[in-house]
T-cell receptor, first 113, second 109 residues
Framework: NAGVTQTPKFRVLKTGQSMTLLCAQD?????MYWYRQDPGMGLRLIHY???????AKGEVPDGYNVSRLKKQNFLLGLESAAPSQTSVYFC????????????FGSGTRLTVV | GIQVEQSPPDLILQEGANSTLRCNFS?????LQWFHQNPWGQLINLFY???GTKQNGRLSATTVATERYSLLYISSSQTTDSGVYFC???????????FGSGTQLTVLP
């Protein structure tokens, strides 16, 4: 049971480049989330999904897009990367919205130069 | 939105010591969770504790929802307890888990 898997684990982008981060979960969870973690600021929610085919904005959605075409996958896209998007990105999933079972992936460290 | 404040921001302990981490939140919440982020960055869910007290080995947590705070106790600390401890709360109005800025714990051998 892999839980939540994020790819890639590390990436360096040049300003203006685009990329997609992939999150896959094998726990049949309905809810999936993308967070970013910056030094001294904890984790902040970028976008989330309450089920296949749905997405919603979180606290810091600007500059990101997401898609949830399949229940097990949640993609985070950066169309035109900026240095301010240098961060560690975490994906998480849960069975219910406010449940105990928040499982996090191991993170993607993204640097935009 | 809801505010989550954790204290202290940094804590250095000698192995074997006990510690208490605090989380204050600004509004009523539907749930509260404590996470440990290890030095490799992995986030581990420690407790789901919207109210009351729970214990898991050397760790225990208490949430007093009416007074809007939660405490995480670590007894007989070990070097493997090092890392960042996050409190996160879920508010129905915000429909998201909001994290505090964490407590950086360093346990020295």
């Amino acid at each position: 049971n892999a839980g939540v898997t994020q790819t890639p684990k590390f990436r360096v982008l040049k300003t203006g480049q685009s990329m997609t981060l992939l999150c896959a979960q094998d726990m049949n969870h309905e809810y999936m989330y993308w967070y970013r973690q910056d030094p001294g600021m904890g984790l902040r929610l970028i976008h989330y999904s309450v089920g296949e085919g749905t997405t919603a904005k979180g606290e810091v959605p600007d500059g990101y897009n997401v898609s949830r075409l399949k229940k097990q996958n949640f993609l985070l896209g950066l169309e035109s990367a900026a240095p301010s998007q240098t961060s560690v990105y975490f994906c998480a999933s849960s069975y219910r919205e406010a449940s105990y079972g928040y499982t996090f992936g191991s993170g993607t460290r993204l640097t935009v130069v | 939105g809801i505010q989550v404040e954790q204290s202290p921001p940094d804590l250095i302990l000698q192995e074997g010591a006990n510690s208490t981490l605090r989380c204050n939140f600004s509004d009523s919440v539907n749930n509260l969770q404590w996470f440990h982020q290890n030095p490799w960055g992995q986030l581990i869910n420690l407790f789901y504790i919207p109210s009351g007290t729970k214990q898991n080995g050397r760790l225990s947590a208490t949430t007093v929802a009416t007074e809007r705070y939660s405490l995480l106790y670590i007894s007989s600390s070990q070097t493997t307890d090092s890392g960042v401890y996050f409190c996160a709360v879920f508010s129905g109005s915000a429909r998201q888990l909001t994290f505090g800025s964490g407590t950086q714990l360093t346990v020295l051998p």
